[in-house]
């Protein structure tokens, strides 16, 4: 089949269920799971609902088969509310076999005209370009398959540039800032030892990397090995966030008709996720089998800069507006998130009469880390470049530092064990699977609790008390499920299919992870407007992150520890009896194949979903 993207979310939407932004049954699309050989690798921290490392953590073309779920009644497939995706990746066999693809689009190959009318194309291209190769490296016991995929789509960070004259131009993106407006910035710059960058903002983009090992060892008649380890790397560089300050807005952006900034103001977003796995399949005999799984998978999402580290530094036009941007972006430096999750699962099968026993063991912990901090090199807006030049007062002034020594760091981490047995009987053509899973979670972080939040005589609306501290009580979930599934003609043509059952998800780590920073309880932001403080930086342009932080120390500013006997600005906290969502589902459905020389069929069902718990923010 064609796919545009040449990603497993393009052949999602084949199933009915799949929704935007991968949202499946109508659920928010940051719970839909994606495996990629029993390893989740989809956004686990929840910023966005899109799938780990920009929605590609594996090339297509490593890709041996998916499945879309949504009502497994299968009691291995856990973790989500709406639905999940499950892929194979591709292995070896005693046939070499090399594949080389290359995709190309751009603008050169679109039309340029509409009935005579010719149209103003903008440039743009994507080039994708990858190699797979799978074999033997002993005959019939050894196998090996690779693959390396690149990706890259080049644009301009901005599409605004330099006037010569002063005079902005919208029509042809044309800014009011001259180059010998930048220029006089970037030299007076040069003498705090900063290089500002190019004022050439043509070289963006993204650029993606992917890359898969797979061997797969026949030990003996009876064992498999499977050993797999994959990686995505993607980059996109952009533009400075385009009004956010400390104090006052400007109306315009950083990079607009008004206003311009250097290369070196610029950003990256770097996604990206890794994951490896040792899988052992052992059939001991034809009514015993065992299979063993131990997993690593880390899922990234950071801001880099090509700048130093030196405060970002606004210049406006002196009427209230921007006009020049520099130094490292405001929101990107220490800023990103990472989880990694380790898991193991042992699963054995019996097989007796009429029966298949499953009994399941899987053992899980996952740590979160977050970093967010606005101005962490420091911040300075002045009202106009003359100000700056002479080293008058700036209009304002932001750091954000962390308490006591080190870079803060906001860690979650939950431990879980789950437990399920199953029975699938065979009855004729129907076959019944029934059983149930029983998951228990702990809930654990670096939070820290505010003296005043301590006290049970602090309440909040509706006599509501909030410690932002503690974490939940440790969660312990049931999962009975039934479903059934009956060849009505004994002939593959005619199924019948159904079931009920209770499903457990998880929520975006983000929601937990970031309670010990949005509370102020690893470090503080200074926003600092207040004249009487900046006029102390009359004279001085502190560039030192320690400069900074003994400054505010010096005029106020808690730098050491949080004061626990004061209300934070913001309270942000989860209620000790939380639990993790967990929803009821029910469906019927039904599926002919139509007795034709060529594939033909048709399917109709019903799912019937109601949440038993479910995530309430307030």
Known sequence: LPSVDRTLPDYARLSPFYGPENSLSGRDGRGTTLNIDGVALNNTFGTSSAFAAAGAPVSLDAIREAQVTVAPYDLSQNNFIGGGINAVTKSGSNKFQADAYVYYSGSSLSGSRIEGTKLEKEKQSKLLAGVSLGGRIVENKLFYFVNYEYERRPEPVSRWTLSEDGVAN?????????????????????????????????????????????????????????????????????????????????????????????????????????????????????????????????????????????????????????????????????TGNNVRTYSMKEQVKFTFMKNIVTLGVVAEHQRSQTNYMQAGTGYYKYATLQDFLDKDAPIAFGYTYGYGDGVPQSEFRTSSLGVYLQDQITFGTFVLNWGIRGDLIYFDGNAVSSDILLDKNTKFRNNLHIDNGTWPERNFLLSPRIGFNWDINDDGHFIARGGAGIFAGSIPTVLFASIPTYCGAIQNYAAVTDPNILQRLQGKFLTGQSEMKQFLSENGYNTEKPDMGVMPNTVCAVHHTFKLPQTVKTSLGFDYSFYTDFPLSMQAEVIYSKDLNSVWIK
């Open 170 to 334: 919208t029509a042809t993106m044309t800014s009011r800032v001259t180059k010998a407006d930048m220029d006089t910035f970037a030299n007076a710059l040069a003498e705090y030892g900063y290089k500002a960058g190019s004022t050439d903002l043509s070289n963006g983009g993204s650029t993606s990397h992917k890359g898969l090992v797979r061997l797969d060892w026949n030990i003996s008649p009876k064992h498999n090995l499977m050993a797999r380890f994959n990686f995505s790397q993607n980059t996109q560089v952009c533009a400075p966030s385009a009004s956010s300050t400390v104090g006052s807005r400007a109306a315009s952006a950083r990079i607009s008709k008004d206003a311009y900034a250097f290369s070196n103001n610029c950003y990256n977003i770097n996604d990206g996720a890794w994951s490896g796995i040792l899988d052992l399949k052992s059939h001991v005999s034809p009514l015993f089998s065992n299979r063993f799984m131990l997993s690593v998978s880390d899922v990234y999402n950071k801001r880099s800069s090509n700048s130093s580290i030196f405060p970002h530094v606004d210049i406006w036009d002196g009427n209230g507006n921007a006009f020049m941007s520099a130094g490292y972006e405001l929101f990107s430096w220490n």
